[in-house]
């Protein structure tokens, strides 16, 4: 009964995401995942940009749209409003330098930029991955006849598809350097981090930490020997992060572990220990009709019993 309900509740639930997904197109909205980190912290990478249609003429300076220009058809962009005047609509990324060298018009716009979701472009982009590595360990499992190897095998090949899908797509720790100056004795290296982990540069100067999207200035010595310009970067979490990282890490290990202990306690719950002679003797009686018992006494009963008991006690262990 309760799977049946758990069923049917899913299956009604995808059908309802279905049709609002295909009604919302019809209207016009779209979605898209922020794959560079132009707009700086306004929509880290991964982030997942929800557009609805607009007009050109009522957009306005600071407005963040989606667009394709003209020189670059094929290419969708998010940023932000610059500037409006006789040529168009002018846009700029946050963190970029210079505005972008177009001007939009009506046929470029694509919709103004409604709800920025950090985080969802990551999942959206690895869902597909993870469904078809997680149905394809579910696939491969499934005649194996030991529940205990099967049960196994599904966690190692669980946790196998998500190592791949993060090594992947990269979501966790990345950084791209936007410029890098020279300086007396190394370089002054600009930096954004682009990853969903803090991130702490260290140079010549005090480490500098970034969070997604954020962008700053790292100090690096050159080699004397070789000339070269180290940028060392490594993930800066709190205590409260370490923890977090440790129990994400140490799922497949629990899994195992409660899943180890939910069995037996199964098996104990089916072996009722009689601890009382009388019980004991009513249980034989029970289940031995007196037809079937021919010459045999009730105390050799007994021991027939508990022999089989504890021949299938140890069998379960």
């Not at 049946?4 to 279905?18: D, G, K």
């Not at 019809?26 to 997942?48: C, D, H, N, Y």
């Amino acid at each position: 009964m309760k799977t049946n309900l758990v069923r049917r509740v899913t299956l009604v639930a995808l059908t309802v995401s279905a049709f609002s997904v295909m009604a919302l197109f019809l209207l016009g909205v779209r979605g898209f995942i922020v794959e560079t980190p132009s707009m700086g912290q306004a929509a880290p990478v991964g982030s997942l940009v929800i557009t609805m249609p607009v007009k050109a003429d009522s957009v306005k300076v600071g407005d963040i749209v989606s667009f394709r220009p003209t020189e670059a058809p094929t290419e969708v962009y998010t940023h932000r409003v610059s500037s409006i005047d006789g040529l168009g609509i002018h846009t700029k990324g946050d963190i970029n330098g210079a505005a972008d060298p177009w001007a939009l018009r009506q046929t470029n716009l694509i919709g103004a930029v409604g709800m920025i979701l950090p985080i969802f472009g990551w999942v959206v982009k690895a869902l597909p991955i993870l469904t078809l590595g997680f149905g394809t360990v579910w696939l491969a499992t499934m005649y194996i006849p030991s529940r205990n190897a099967k049960s196994a095998f599904r966690t190692l090949g669980t946790s196998a598809v998500v190592a791949y899908t993060v090594n992947l797509i990269k979501p966790l720790i990345s950084y791209v350097v936007l410029t890098q100056t020279p300086t007396v004795g190394g370089m002054t290296s600009r930096v954004v981090s682009t990853g969903l982990i803090p991130i702490q540069f260290s140079g010549a100067g005090s480490p500098v930490i970034l969070q997604s999207g954020q962008v700053g200035n790292v100090q690096s010595l050159a080699d004397p020997k070789t000339g070269l310009v180290h940028l060392a970067a490594a993930m800066h979490l709190d205590a409260i992060g370490w923890g977090i990282a440790f129990v994400a890490c140490a799922v497949p290990t629990l899994w195992g572990v409660l899943n180890s202990l939910a069995k037996q306690k199964s098996l104990r719950a089916k072996v009722k220990p009689i601890d009382d002679t009388q019980e004991l003797h009513d249980l034989v009686s029970a289940q031995t009709p007196k037809h079937r018992r021919g010459n045999t006494s009730m105390n050799e009963l007994i021991g027939r019993y508990v022999s089989v008991s504890e021949t299938s006690n140890a069998k379960h262990t």
